[in-house]
Every structure is written in C-alpha cells, then in structure tokens.
C-alpha cells in the first residue's frame, strides 16, 4: 500500500553534530515532500519542503535531499542545538480522488546531548 | 503569522459521550483539516475540509463527523465517544494544498 515510513524511531546526537533524519516513502506519484517539526506539547511546525523535480533543497542549517530512485527522503541539521529536541515527521504529498492528500509518516524523536 | 486555535488542550469524557473539537484560524484560509496522532501511527487524516459546508472524509472517518458553517471554524464531532477514539487531535489549515499549519492538539481521553 502507499506509505511513508521512517527507518529509525529514535535519534541521538551530541550538541554540535550533525543529525541526519531518514524517510521511505512508496508512492512514485508523489511530487512534494515536506518535513515538519513537533516539539512536546505543540502541533507539527513547518520546517522545509521539496519537489519532485529537485534533489536538494537548503534552509537555515537544515538541507531536505530526495532520491526518487530509491524513494528515499532525509532531513540534514547541521551544529544540533538542544532547541532542535523534538519529533521530525516528513510527508508526501499526491493527487488523490481529485485532492492534493498528505501523507506522514511515524516520525523519529531527535535527542539533543550536551 | 498564521494562528490555529484549538478549544481545549485537555478533555476527559465518558464513553457515548457527544464531543465536540472546535478549531478557529484567523487567516482566511480555505482548507482545514481534522487529524489523530497516535504513537507509532502518525498523523492520520479524519476529514477535511476546502469550502464552507463543504466536508470530505479522510482515511479514518468512521466514528466522526465534521461542521464547517464558518469559513474559519472546523468542528470535529463524535457521535457517541468510545476508548479507541482516546487520542491526540490536530487541526490544521491551510491556504494552498501543500503547507499546512497546526494547532497546537487537544489529548482527548475517553474513560
């Protein structure tokens, strides 16, 4: 079935390192992928998006990199600060029944180490 | 910035009970969205919305319904409470059909 699944639940990293979160996705007709950010006790927060027609995409020390061959999305944070602490969730989106349908996965916890 | 408000943070309700989640954005936007989040299960969609008295069902409607009278009130409503619908709900809206903006939940507990 059309999923987007997470391969690790839980992340740990010190301060200072560099985190990469990773994300499969199923669906080839997908054509936009957004990763959001849930701190504990508030709702998801936007944090950068791609197309399908990009590979890579770069924000504020976060870059989004797509690999449509493997179906495979990751969310780099360079410098991890302990504001990063929260769940990362990524999400596809495709036409569905004539709507855009968004799609997220499971998400992965992102422990900040001082 | 956008603002989605959410009536309650916390709600404790006894199974067949009626409940209502009410969900406010002040930016106009004409999709809103009702979702549960379960640990290890995500976000999933329950229904949405894109026009005043307009309502689609999501990928788990069942149990639900919806009321958007207003263009910026979404109102999720169940029936008749029971355990499995103890949850956390989300409300989202958006202007495009791609980033949308959260509320910040309301933890339902059925007892």
């Known amino acids: 079935g059309e999923s987007v699944g997470l391969h690790l639940p839980t992340l740990s990293v010190q301060e200072g390192d560099n985190s990469i979160i990773n994300c499969a996705y199923s669906?080839?007709?997908?054509?936009?992928f957004i990763w959001y950010k849930q701190e504990s006790g508030k709702g998801p927060q936007f944090i950068i998006d791609?197309?399908?027609?990009?590979d890579k995409r770069q924000g504020q020390r976060v870059t989004v990199l797509l690999n449509k061959t493997v179906k495979h999305l990751s969310l780099q944070i360079a410098a991890t600060q302990p504001g990063d602490s929260a769940v990362y969730f990524c999400a596809e989106i495709y036409i569905s029944g004539g709507y855009n349908k968004l799609i997220f996965g499971a998400g992965t916890r992102l422990a900040v180490h001082p | 910035d956008v603002k989605v408000t959410q009536s309650s943070r916390y709600l404790v309700k006894r199974t067949g009970e009626k409940v209502f989640l009410e969900c406010v954005q002040d930016?106009?936007?004409?999709?809103m969205f009702w979702y549960r989040q379960d640990p290890g299960l995500g976000l999933r969609l329950i229904y949405f919305?894109?026009?005043?008295?307009?309502?689609e069902k999501g990928d788990i409607p069942e149990g639900y319904s919806v009321s958007r009278e207003k263009k910026e009130r979404f109102s999720l409503i169940l029936e008749s409470a029971s355990t499995n619908q103890t949850s956390m709900y989300l409300c989202a809206s958006s202007l495009t059909s791609y980033e949308q903006y959260f509320g910040p939940g309301t933890r339902l507990t059925v007892t």
């Open positions: 669906n080839s007709a997908s054509d936009y």
């Open positions: 930016m106009d936007h004409e999709n």
């Open positions: 791609i197309r399908s027609n990009m």
């Open positions: 919305s894109y026009d005043v008295k307009m309502k």
